[in-house]
């Protein structure tokens, strides 16, 4: 399961930076979102139920683009962890991480935007 994060998850503070702004600071925001993409990875780690552990050691992240991130998982079941199923409690690591880089996204663009 792929969580492809933009910086359009985070509108509180999309919606206070201009154009200048984006042109001005190209790597602090690039940067403020490597960090949030990191904070969101070993959150999700650990959050993640670990049962054999092969869904927790599949985590990974990167960098797509200046604006974009990716974290994901490497295994078919990650979803239904994610999500729940009839089968499978629901156990959510992705969202909860993603929550926690949020924040530090935010954190970060303050520092930028002073």
Same mark, same amino acid.
């Given at each position: 399961?792929?969580?492809?994060? *933009?910086?359009?998850?985070?509108?509180?503070?999309?919606? !206070?930076?201009?154009?200048?702004?984006?042109?001005?600071?190209?790597?602090?925001?690039? !940067?403020?979102? !490597?960090?949030?993409?990191?904070?969101?990875?070993?959150?999700?780690?650990?959050?993640?139920?670990?049962d054999?552990? $092969?869904?927790?050691? +599949?985590?990974? +992240?990167?960098?797509? +683009?200046?604006?974009? $991130?990716?974290? +994901?998982?490497?295994?078919?079941?990650?979803?239904?962890?994610e999500k729940?199923? *009839?089968?499978? $409690?629901?156990?959510?690591?992705?969202?909860?991480?993603?929550?926690?880089?949020?924040?530090?996204?935010e954190?970060?663009?303050?520092?930028?935007?002073?």
């Open positions: 399961m792929k969580l492809k994060v *933009q910086l359009i998850g985070t509108a509180n503070v999309l919606a !206070n930076i201009t154009t200048w702004q984006k042109i001005r600071f190209p790597k602090e925001i690039r !940067n403020a979102l !490597n960090l949030a993409r990191l904070e969101t990875e070993n959150a999700a780690i650990r959050f993640c139920p670990k054999t552990g $092969a869904l927790k050691a +599949s985590i990974w +992240s990167k960098m797509e +683009s200046d604006t974009e $991130a990716i974290i +994901s998982d490497g295994v078919y079941y990650g979803f239904f962890v729940g199923h *009839q089968d499978v $409690a629901l156990q959510p690591f992705l969202i909860p991480g993603f929550e926690i880089g949020k924040k530090k996204f954190e970060e663009m303050k520092k930028v935007l002073k």
